[in-house]
């Protein structure tokens, strides 16, 4: 492991934001109604200038009240798949754990349509209404991490293979809980199955912006203050208890974090499936596996990742649109057979 | 800087300073720019009990569903309809309206981009999210919700009159009652068969008690034989052939729902425990009957006449006596009858369906067509 200076984290992550604004630009540029650069130019330039007067209708009303927003909660999302993604994989010491493999984003997403159930049953203050479902997904992600971690235990070490397992037979099961409740409740869960397959075409709350980019930004702290913990986790949770690792309060930190981060991204878009798979990886391979660095490049990559499935989903059917889960499915899948067979090698 | 340089730092500046300060400033502006100087709103109730500001008058409005797109021609206002979705194929004229994507899934910039006074929705085929999505970006919306065929007639006269035509609303009511009326008159002797509808196949999904396709049913001198709370029920084989109806009805010509072939239909395993399958009882109709429209009416009447034949034979001249005509030498002539009629414009994957949705467009467009077709 090279030593780690500021200069250089600085550098990776200037770096990988370059790549990301670029991103987005494409993701501003590109949609269901083209735009033109230079029209978007002039606009840019106008709002610059705070000329309100000649920014075309046009701008306000798709680039500024439709694209802006939904770029914003890819960043977001993403990001906070790809964190939970690297935490669950340095924790559970297995490169093929991930939000959606291990079932935490099945378990978020059933916690959150059990609170859309509960809703309208309850009287609550409007602000606490709108937290609910973020709430239940925490905590169906927290206890669905809880039970996978349980059955992925043998002989006080983590096991790879059972704890895979695990976690599918958990994702196969609350599946079929979710698609039972679909299926016997009647009103307005029909844009569920939409929204389960991953989807960020709904505008949200400006405050559930704030929300979410408060969690994100304390759960990720609370898991960076672990991150050199968790490389000496990586050697084994013995080994890194004589290294004066507090191990359980690593876990029980980075677990609840973990937890956080995935079901505040299932609440808000669904399950997106994969993200917290492939970018921890792909960064590994280019920026080593220290988790000083390998936590923020992650983040970024994240946000990189599902701003361009997004701008896909948006525009290769247009003016339909394909949930972004399915974009992220069909790069994902193959890669993780890919990695499953690497590692069997 | 080159000029594409200039404008990505622009755009990157910009998208730094959006994040960072929001969009609120500009939300306000949006509305002063894309309507007329001094919009006047009129505050409503829609079908689902929203209360809904809407710009007068209506001069551009997007359909969200078939059924409303079709609602809408039917009251006469298609030179204000400016966006409807990929499904919206009936009259033809409404497939060349620009399209803002799928009623699930429709592209929220494309509707922004048509710059609709009010946008129709209807609960039974589109998401709340995406009547929440509209809401945020100020743009108003009218939900219908219809489960009866009663509730048909009274939201297309909502509707005329919140578009500023209640005259056309009144015609268009008033020609569905009247053709309901007669159509009621002359199955009133008749008990009413029992029908199984299909809505697909692989499983069987059939409707619900409370949706307005069994209340058609109804109208049809039919009734289902699936009595259930939902509205898209999975039905059994078993408790289909338990049940054991009198015939299965299908709406043909919508090429995503489309059955197989009725010939491959008895083949299926296990649904030659129907004696209505087994003797090829089938009623195919048009799948207006699909969509709480005004052309529904004629789906209605085209079951009747597949259900009740005796009661159409005997007495042309009520109702419509062309179109009685034209069934009577359709059923004399057999297969002979698909060649008069124009073939079908989308072409259903399956032999059987597409000749018999041929020979439904043929006729539908005679009795029930006539207040959509202008």
């Known amino acids: 492991m090279r030593p780690l200076t500021l200069r250089r984290l600085l550098l990776q992550c200037f770096a990988l934001l370059v790549i990301l604004f670029v991103v987005v630009v494409i993701a501003i540029k590109f949609g269901a109604v083209p735009v033109s650069l230079y029209a978007l130019g002039r606009d840019l330039w106008n709002v610059l200038l705070h000329q309100r007067t000649n920014i075309s209708s046009d701008y306000v009303l798709i680039i500024q009240n439709i694209r802006l927003p939904r770029i914003l909660l890819g960043i977001m999302v993403g990001a906070s798949l790809s964190v939970a993604g690297t935490s669950f994989q340095a924790l559970l010491r297995n490169p093929l754990a991930d939000p959606y493999v291990l079932g935490v984003s099945s378990g978020a997403g059933l916690g959150a349509i059990l609170a859309l159930i509960v809703e309208p049953h309850v009287t609550l203050s409007p602000v606490f209404a709108a937290l609910l479902t973020p709430l239940g997904a925490f905590l169906g992600a927290a206890a669905t991490v809880t039970v996978v971690y349980l059955l992925g235990r043998r002989e006080g070490q983590i096991d790879s293979t059972t704890l895979l397992l695990g976690g599918v037979i958990t994702a196969s099961f609350i599946s079929a809980i979710i698609m039972f409740l679909m299926s016997t409740l009647t009103g307005n869960l029909r844009g569920l199955s939409f929204w389960l397959m991953g989807d960020l075409s709904t505008p949200l709350q400006k405050s559930v912006y704030w929300f979410l980019g408060i969690g994100f930004l304390g759960a990720s702290g609370a898991i960076y203050t672990t991150a050199s913990d968790l490389n000496l986790l990586l050697a084994g949770e013995k080994e890194a208890m004589h290294l004066g690792v507090d191990v359980p309060r690593v876990r029980l930190v980075v677990y609840i974090a973990a937890s956080l981060l995935t079901g505040l991204a299932v609440s808000v878009s669904g399950a997106i499936g994969y993200v917290g798979l492939i970018v921890p990886h792909v960064m590994r391979l280019i920026f080593g596996s220290d988790h000083r660095t390998l936590l923020p490049t992650a983040a970024i990559g994240g946000a990189i990742a599902v701003v361009f499935a997004d701008t896909l989903a948006r525009t290769v059917v247009a003016p339909n649109e394909l949930a972004v889960g399915a974009v992220t499915a069909v790069v994902g899948a193959p890669l993780f057979i890919y990695l499953l067979r690497r590692r069997l090698a | ?374």
């Open chain 2, 1 to 374: 800087m080159s000029g594409l340089a200039k404008q990505l730092f622009q755009t990157v500046t910009f998208a730094a300073a959006t994040l960072l300060l929001g969009t609120a400033p500009f939300r306000a502006q949006s509305t002063s720019l894309s309507s007329s100087p001094s919009p006047v709103y009129r505050e409503v109730t829609d079908e689902t009990g929203r209360s809904v500001r809407i710009p007068q008058p209506v001069r551009r409005i997007v359909s969200l569903a078939p059924s409303l797109t079709e609602t809408v021609y039917a009251l006469g206002l298609q030179d204000r309809l400016v966006g409807d979705t990929e499904f919206c194929d009936y009259p033809p004229d409404a497939q060349k309206k620009t399209k803002v994507g799928g009623a699930i899934n429709p592209s929220l910039e494309q509707i922004a981009a048509l710059h609709p006074d009010l946008v129709l929705v209807t609960k039974g085929l589109n998401r709340l999210e995406t009547v929440h999505a509209l809401d945020s970006l100020g743009i108003s919306s009218y939900a219908t919700d219809p489960h009866t065929v009663n509730d048909i007639i009274a939201s297309s006269k909502k509707l005329a009159n919140l578009l500023g035509v209640p005259d056309a609303g009144a015609s268009v009511a008033a020609e569905m009652e009247h053709q309901l009326a007669a159509l009621q008159q002359r199955l009133a002797s008749s008990p009413a068969k029992r029908v199984l509808f299909v809505v697909w196949h692989q499983p069987l999904i059939s409707v619900g008690k409370h949706t307005f396709i069994a209340d058609a049913l109804r109208y049809a001198g039919a009734v289902s034989i699936v009595d259930a709370e939902q509205d898209w029920p999975q039905v059994s084989l078993e408790e289909a052939a338990r049940l054991q109806p009198d015939y299965l009805a299908f709406a043909a010509s919508h090429s995503e729902a489309s059955p197989p072939g009725l010939e491959a239909l008895s083949t299926l395993p296990g649904w030659r425990i129907m004696e209505a399958v087994a003797n090829r009882r089938y009623a195919v109709i048009s799948d207006a009957v699909n969509r709480p429209a005004p052309r529904i009416v004629s789906a209605i009447e085209e079951l009747a006449r597949q259900l009740h034949p005796e009661l159409f034979a005997e007495k042309p001249g009520n109702l419509n006596e062309n179109s009685v005509k034209e069934k009577m030498e359709k059923e004399k002539t057999g297969k002979d009858k698909d060649e008069k009629t124009p073939p079908p414009l989308i072409q259903p994957p399956h032999l059987a369906f597409s000749l018999l949705s041929g020979a439904l467009r043929g006729s539908d467009a005679v009795p029930g067509g006539r207040a959509c077709v202008r």
